[in-house]
């Protein structure tokens, strides 16, 4: 029984390892920073932003060259007390709204941001639709069976 | 009516496989560049041939104009450069070279070899003016209006035929 627990645990540790492999926490660059917090935004920061060479990964899972430049620049951004605003700024002047993983509601992505809500009000609508026009054949059925 | 209804979600799957289906052979890897309009940014570099010359946007004259993107690493500029060198020797427009994270030798070395389209070819080693036009990769190339600003940028390639679509409108 030990000798399974310990082989269960085995497994799903090196499945652990095995997937934070693939989401590139393996192959890390170093960027040193002196103040933890920076630090944090950093690492946050640069799950945030889409690579714009290989268009499904974001900038920390990223080893493209356009990637590590990009990691470079908002190291530097930050290192310099810009604010995550200004950083975001500065990608968007640059790459456009598709670097970002989370798009601003504007003219053009609000279907993005409305559209599931219309859909769920629609599906409620037909749902309730449904409901309402099934109830008279229920009770038919129950009327009809005593 | 009642087996419209029963049908719908057979209807909707439909639809959603041929929209899937249809994106794709999509292959859309043009990314809309947000300078289209703009000026061409600033910047100061050195010229690829002469280290000691620096130059400027303002160096950049006789619009329109093309600047093309491009490095010795870049497999696809090699593709591409017959047909600059085309446009060239037919007169058609300027082109400026920003030559991408390269050596200074070797890109020298292979335009004197290859043949060199450009007027000149800004050096841009560390990639700050590539970073400044949102460049993702080479070769990307754009296009600068009689009036200075960015018109198009075509990532991949410049082949006769992106040429024909994308670029020949704004040159008459």
């Known amino acids: ?146 | 009516m009642r087996r419209l209804i029963h049908a719908t979600p057979l209807i909707i799957f439909g639809l959603l496989v041929l929209v899937l289906f249809s994106s794709l052979d999509n292959k859309n890897d043009q990314l809309e560049s947000v300078l289209i309009d703009k000026n061409f940014p600033n910047f100061s570099l050195t010229k690829l041939e002469n280290e000691d010359h620096t130059i400027t946007r303002k160096d950049l004259s006789n619009f329109p104009a093309l600047v093309n993107v491009w490095a010795t690493w870049c497999i696809t500029c090699r593709v591409e450069h017959p047909f600059l060198m085309s446009l060239k020797e037919k007169s058609v427009i300027n082109i400026y070279g920003l030559n991408y994270k390269d050596s200074r030798v070797k890109a020298v070395e292979l335009l004197k070899r290859d043949g060199n389209p450009f007027v000149y070819s800004i050096f841009d080693k560390k990639g700050s003016l590539a970073m400044d036009l949102g460049v993702y990769g080479a070769p990307e190339t754009f296009l600068i209006d009689s009036a200075g600003l960015i018109k198009v940028r075509h990532v991949g390639a410049l082949t006769p035929d992106v040429w024909e679509k994308k670029f020949i409108k704004y040159l008459k």
């Open chain 1, 1 to 146: 029984m030990r000798k399974f627990i310990t082989c269960l645990s085995l497994t799903i540790l090196s499945f652990f390892l095995i997937s934070n492999e693939m989401i590139g926490g393996g192959t890390q660059e170093i960027y040193p920073f002196d103040d933890q917090q920076k630090e944090i935004r950093f690492n946050s920061l640069i799950q945030d932003y889409r690579c714009p060479k290989c268009q499904s990964s974001n900038l920390a899972g990223s080893n493209a060259p356009i990637a590590k430049d990009l990691k470079l620049e908002i190291y530097k951004l930050i290192k310099e007390n810009k604010s995550d605003q200004q950083i975001t700024n500065f990608l968007t002047q640059r790459y456009g709204d598709f670097i970002l993983y989370k798009p601003p509601f504007n003219s053009l992505t609000y279907i993005l941001w409305v559209g599931p809500f219309i859909l769920f009000c629609f599906i409620l609508l037909f749902v309730g639709w449904l409901v309402v026009s099934k109830k008279p054949s229920n009770s038919e059925k129950f009327l009809d069976s005593e």
